[in-house]
């Protein structure tokens, strides 16, 4: 078969779009994305489970005759459950692991007509702000393969930057559609809440943090994508309002005159880098230019209360995880079949009380109190989307002391010092420090609160490195974000950049 030349030209809508009017079918489109993987990916390591003859084997037969009809697509390898393919979540503990199911959001990925070629690395239980499990190794940014693609959806980022498919799957618990959006010059949308279904087994996952939907090179690629998924799906823990319009209807709307609140400061002890202070000064004057008013100015919390009840609640929950991992296989986790790291994250959640878990609980409570009044003033919150421009590959490996105390944490002493209350919360105030809390204090506030937000891929650094900027808005108002990421990518075009390494 002929190579399709202009696949590069068009996102998944457009693709579509070229489908329906019998320009290319769906097999050679399959074939198309099938011939890129095979070129690009052992460079980058993004897809870990190809699912080739999977995809041939689809598009023979008719397609659903949804808004990605015959367009090829990507999973990410962790909560997004395909029958009968194996989803590690990047955990030597889970790498046999076979789910009989599909996942609701997968369901509706397939019903809006995506052909699914493969699934996309992911660190191990999406723990990590870098996809470098140890079972699969490191996803490397397009842009320049030294660097990280980010994560937690770093391996599906990488690929849709390297233009194998135009949108992947994603999830989001504390950053993780946002930061490997801004790594690899993409645009990435954590939606609400409650607006897409997080089910079966992953019901109330992170206790509400935790979201999915697509990473995408185009706005309208998200937006049609997420009309295509909303909905809660029946026994949900959490819905939210449904919205009038359309999401791509919305792009067509302009956004009026926005009151966008914009914040640079250092949190988490962490200094924020120039290259991130200076894209969001960039933006600022952009939005300016657009008629919109931009005021410096930031939300009233205690962002260390924040971060703690952020951690309790992740790692009650990674402890959980190892629990039902040993329920599913009916032994016991070995330490060795899960990283250390997250190990150690499992024996803090399981040293826990019900009185941390619930005053956890509370500090997210107040944080959305503070948040929404923070949007009787504001439209919207303009940050950057990371602390930090992309990291090498292999730069955020713990140290020789971090890995000896962990090893201390993971042994029987270990479990004698959780069990004082006081030395397990001077730990986890020492992780928001040292840890991913650190490196990426800005996108947090959003999975706690279940605040929409989106990485808007406005800047790249002098070393030709993408850097975006973050945008949080009030609940359910997604059409509000859709609506100024079109005005964005109207006045600053961003899709017709990719990487040398693209094929």
């Known amino acids: 078969m002929a190579k399709f030349t202009e696949y590069d030209q068009f996102d998944g809508l457009g693709l579509a779009e070229q489908v329906r009017k019998k320009n290319i079918s769906p097999k050679e489109l399959c074939e198309e994305a099938i011939s890129r993987a095979e070129a690009v990916n052992p460079k980058l390591n993004a897809i870990i489970v190809p699912m080739y003859e999977l995809a041939r084997e689809r598009v023979k037969s008719p397609l659903p ?25 990047g955990s030597e503990a889970l790498k046999d692991f076979v789910p009989q199911y599909d996942a609701e959001i997968v369901k509706r990925f397939k019903d809006a007509g995506v052909v699914i070629i493969g699934k996309t690395n992911t660190p191990e239980f999406k723990l990590a702000y870098v996809t470098e499990p140890k079972v699969f190794g490191p996803t490397r940014n397009p842009w320049q393969p030294e660097y990280s693609s980010g994560g937690s959806s770093g391996g599906s980022a990488a690929a849709v930057a390297a233009r194998i498919v135009p949108l992947a799957s994603a999830t989001d618990e504390g950053g993780s559609i946002r930061v490997p959006s801004s790594y690899c010059g993409l645009f990435g949308f954590k939606p609400s809440r409650g607006r897409n279904p997080v089910g079966p087994n992953f019901d109330e996952e992170w206790d509400g943090m935790s979201t999915s939907h697509v ?55 962490k200094e924020v880098h120039p290259e991130c202070i200076k894209a969001v000064e960039e933006a600022a004057k952009l939005l300016e230019g657009l008629g919109h008013h931009v005021k410096e100015a930031e939300p009233d919390y205690q962002e260390e209360d924040a971060a703690l009840g952020f951690l309790m609640v992740m790692m009650g929950h990674v402890a959980s995880r190892l629990e039902k991992i040993a329920d599913l296989y009916n032994r016991s986790v070995a330490r060795h079949q899960v990283e250390p790291q997250n190990y150690v994250f499992a024996r803090i959640g399981s040293s826990l009380s019900a009185l941390d878990f619930l005053q956890a609980k509370l500090k997210w409570r107040n944080l959305g109190y503070t948040m929404a009044q923070f949007y009787q003033q504001y439209d919207l919150l303009l940050t950057p989307t990371l602390g930090q421009p992309p990291v090498l590959v292999g730069s955020q490996e713990p140290s020789g002391a971090d890995k000896i105390t962990m090893k201390v944490i993971s ?85 017709d950049r990719k990487p040398k390494i693209c094929p």
């Open 411 to 495: 042994s029987f002493i270990g479990k004698l010092i959780l069990s004082s209350r006081s030395i397990t919360h001077f730990i986890l105030k020492e992780l928001i420090n040292s840890s991913m809390e650190g490196q990426m204090p800005f996108t947090l506030i959003a999975n706690i609160t279940g605040l929409p937000a989106m990485s808007v891929p406005l800047h790249w650094t002098d070393s030709g490195l993408p850097c975006g900027v973050q945008f949080i808005g009030p609940l359910g108002e997604e059409a509000t974000l859709f609506r100024l990421a079109a005005q964005l990518e109207q006045a600053q075009p961003w899709i």
């Open 215 to 269: 990473i995408t090179r185009s706005v309208r690629d998200s937006a049609a994508m997420l009309d295509a998924t909303m909905g809660a799906e029946p026994g949900s823990p959490y819905t939210v309002a449904t919205p009038i319009h359309s999401y791509l209807d919305e792009l067509s709307h302009e956004p009026g005159r926005l009151r966008i609140a914009f914040n640079t400061r250092p949190a988490y002890g």
């Open 65 to 89: 005759d949804g808004p990605f009809s015959g367009v090829p697509f990507l999973l990410k390898d962790a909560h997004h459950a395909f029958k009968g393919v194996s989803m590690s979540s």
